[in-house]
């Protein structure tokens, strides 16, 4: 069995996911269940192999990742708290391997495929200056949205956590066109990074923190009055078909967390608390300082604890006569944007959201890595990509992985040696549009 650790959040977590899964059977299913029984066990010896809380849970989201992706059938795994426990080792002898073979070595920040994938990706010694490259490039986004489109769709693919086909739904335009602006609008980011100094302000201590920042940097900018229910429902729901929207309400749109709530749930996507649960849209309410800057996993629910969502934003104030199209509307707190949600319930949605970027994920080339050395790779394309790779000796193989040129793990094998395991051992991931 896993020994436990002494994390005192830690059981509630897990109390609070399971409850979370309870309440929504439909997303839910045994690998889930089979994992999120086991995350204070997990989280205790991630804790003890990593030495931090933040890397601690990346260690465990990358597991549950991996986990539910290949979807090993449960009854062919003998004992599945050592097998959890061995993807763990694993995965972390992985990335150590990773971080010494190639320090710096890595994409633009601009050209991963968000933000928080980019800081993920950066050296430990680089990523105070990728976070200060973040800030410019939200700066780009921000000052380019009120009349260009590409601005407001760089915040939701790069800052929000929108996929393209979602952005696709809030612009009213093929995901085609999304592809489009996108690639204008990294050009732009980087000819606007290029030209600016770094201001060399005092990193965020972590990497969450950094993200909380940027997000909430964005959410000031926002209106005082935001767009009525009847403005949504005319620009969504119109029977006569639909058409873009301009520039200007997009702009105003993201950087609304209600306005962008009242588009999700017109038009049935994820909010933003299930985009990325941490306390971006008000105040700071947690032990530690500025937002964000705790590590500390979620608390249990009701007690102020790290992980709660509290407080006031750039919405706050009474009543005041809309000034949007649709008449009406309405100004708005952090709390009636955020909604009450119990940390295990926001937990458990970073680790479904974690899982969902890997299957969106369209990578450009593939690392192959045998017990966290890469031995080849190949660029993507076509419909069919095969890859035959001679192995050194010397060290008997562990794992297999298959990376991204964003070091976003695509595909985790834990090899069994014999007699146990199977002279051919295959691994099959499930990715979004019909990708495996």
Sequence with gaps: MLSEGHDPAAPSITRTML???????AASDDHE???????RRLYGRALRLTGGREDAEDLV??????????RTPLEDIRN???YLFTILQYLHASDGRRAARRPGDSLEVIDHDSAEIALRAADASRRYLACEELGLICDCACARSGSSRAGSALLLRYFHGYYVREIALLFQSPPSNVDGLLHVARREAKAWVSERPRAGRRPPATRRAC???LRAGIFARAHGTCFSPAWFEEVYLRPNGRKPLAASDLAEMVTCPRCLDSANTTIGLPRLLDRYPTDTLGPDRRSGGPTGTSSQPPGPPGTGEPGQID???PCDGGETPGDRPGDGGSTCSAGERAGARAPGDLHLQRLRRAAEDVREHRPRELFLAVNGLELASQRTGGGLNEQ????????????IEVFSEQQVRMLFLEVQAAPEGAI???RRVELAGGRT
């Design 311 to 313: 407080g006031g934003g």
């Design 19 to 25: 409850h979370a899964l309870r309440l929504a059977p």
């Design 61 to 70: 989201q990358d597991a549950f990742v991996q986990f539910v992706l290949s």
């Design 424 to 426: 051919e051992q295959c």
């Design 33 to 39: 269940r089979a994992f999120l029984e086991r995350y």
């Design 388 to 399: 035959r790779v001679t192995v050194p000796g010397g060290e008997a193989i562990a794992f």
């Design 80 to 82: 599945l708290d050592a």
């Design 211 to 213: 993200l909380d920042g």
